[in-house]
């Protein structure tokens, strides 16, 4: 599903290198008050990330020292991502450079580390293989369970469509994106499937020191608790800052992402103008300022009701990214309707999605069934009977769409619900080409590729 929604992502933003990417793209591809929706739904997810991940940041520390404060660490790491964000776009960059190489190694090691402890190989020796997957057992409470995680796993895989918002701030979109876009697939099973397999063949489901006194207790980690189990002394704290800064990093990307959403919504007269003002570095300061405001929410670390807090912000942003994918989806659907309506083809594009159309319908599909399968465990949940907040908890974001579309409504009196696809504008916002020079370019690029080893246009295939 995600393959096929960046790849969409990846044509779109190539083509049409806005900022804000595909918070526009609702407004032009779908219809205007679902656009609306859909920026505020990116805005508020981010605003509401920043504190949580601030938040989440603190518990960690619990790990080691759970007398001190919360807010003297909250305060901490908030002017970490303060100071980082200064420096706009290029300070984003670096620091992600930074923090991402911290995990790649840090997971590449877990990986290795858990295929040797399953291998018996730990400090205190036994094979462990797949004994936990028949004892307690895989995939706990079913196909329920499965879908109760929907929220959960989603926040996870938030900010896979960052790539679409840095478009218009790319020196060569046509030549960095679409290789950015084709290696968040190998990002996603690399460090997301593999890893997850890992733990579940290390730690059973059923293990009571996974669930902490206040519901949410990241020093429980499953990693941090693969390694506790094996007896291996010292690597478990190692994990724990891994684990802290993958936190920081997405705080981080809250502020990037965010900043330039906000700028987006006074570009489409969606937020007072002000709200777009950019300096000459390119840096959106009053959303940076506005995200950075939200953030000082991560005060809320110091209060005894910690986690229930951060089990309502996830309630707010998890969904969100369900609805950001398939919008996206169906804009890369409608885009290539108007091109065909229009006598046109993908021939004029520097980017196409190699998923195509089809697969814009099939991640269009998967998110629908995840929201279907999330609102039934919502409705009834697990081992219990209907409850309005545990409803909420799982489908906040819902009401929150339909509050945002009766305030479009009511202000802008605009009661276009959907644009026919011979009324879509396919032109303006595009970034300028040569459209022979273009077509040109691409042919000696594939006679370059079709002239090397196979296992060089496969890597190019892919990569």
């Not at 990037?256 to 006074?266: E, H, K, Q």
């Not at 465990?377 to 009766?406: H, K, M, N, R």
């Amino acid at each position: 599903m995600m393959y096929c929604t960046v790849h969409a992502l990846g044509e779109l933003a190539v083509t049409f290198p806005v900022s804000g990417a595909f918070c526009q793209y609702n407004s032009r591809f779908i219809s205007p008050v679902w656009g609306f929706c859909m920026a505020y739904n990116y805005a508020m997810q981010w605003l509401v990330v920043l504190p949580l991940e601030l938040v989440a940041a603190a518990i960690t520390i619990n790990y080691w020292n759970s007398t001190i404060n919360s807010a003297a660490w909250v305060t901490l790491f908030y002017f970490l991502i303060f100071f980082i964000n200064i420096f706009g776009v290029k300070g984003y960059g670096e620091a992600e450079f930074v923090f991402s190489a911290i995990k790649v190694l840090a997971v590449l090691g877990f990986i290795i580390l858990g295929i040797v402890l399953c291998a018996g190989g730990g400090p205190q020796g036994g094979y462990i293989g797949g004994k936990y997957w028949g004892n307690p057992g895989a995939f706990a409470n079913g196909f329920k369970g499965v879908c109760s995680v929907f929220v959960t796993a989603a926040f996870s895989f938030a900010g896979t469509e960052l790539a679409g918002l840095a478009a218009a701030e790319t020196e060569n979109p046509r030549k960095s994106l679409p290789s950015a876009t084709k290696q968040v697939f190998w990002r996603i099973t690399l460090f997301y499937i593999i890893c997850l397999t890992l733990v579940g063949l290390l730690v059973p489901y059923n293990d009571e020191r996974l669930i902490g006194a206040s519901g949410v207790n990241t020093a429980a980690s499953p990693f941090v608790l693969a390694i506790v189990n094996a007896g291996i002394g010292g690597l478990p704290s190692v994990m724990n800052v891994v684990i802290m800064i993958a936190v920081l990093s997405v705080g981080n990307s809250a502020v990037f992402g965010c900043s330039r959403t906000i700028a987006n919504l006074a570009e489409q007269g969606f937020a007072p103008k002000i709200c777009g003002y950019i300096d000459r570095e390119g840096r959106p300061l009053v959303g940076v300022g506005i995200t950075l405001a939200f953030g000082l929410l991560c005060y809320l670390a110091a209060s005894s009701k910690q986690g229930e807090v951060f089990s309502w912000m996830l309630a707010l942003s998890g969904l969100s990214s369900v609805f950001t994918w398939g919008s996206i989806c169906v804009c890369h659907i409608r885009f290539r309707r108007a091109l065909t309506i229009n006598g046109r083809g993908t021939d004029e594009l520097s980017f196409t999605s190699q998923c195509g159309v089809y697969g814009s319908c099939f991640g269009a599909l998967m998110n629908l069934l995840i929201l279907i399968a999330t609102f039934y465990t919502a409705l009834f949940p697990i081992g219990g009977s209907p409850d309005a907040e545990v409803f909420f908890q799982s489908y906040l974001t819902l009401p929150v769409l339909i509050l945002f579309a009766v305030i479009f409504l009511a202000w802008k009196k605009d009661f276009t619900f959907f644009i026919r696809a011979k009324d879509i504008d396919i032109d303006t916002g595009r970034r300028e080409v040569d459209i022979e020079l273009l077509k040109q370019e691409i042919a000696e690029e594939k006679a370059f590729i079709a002239s090397k080893p196979f296992y060089y246009r496969i890597y190019r295939f892919w990569c």
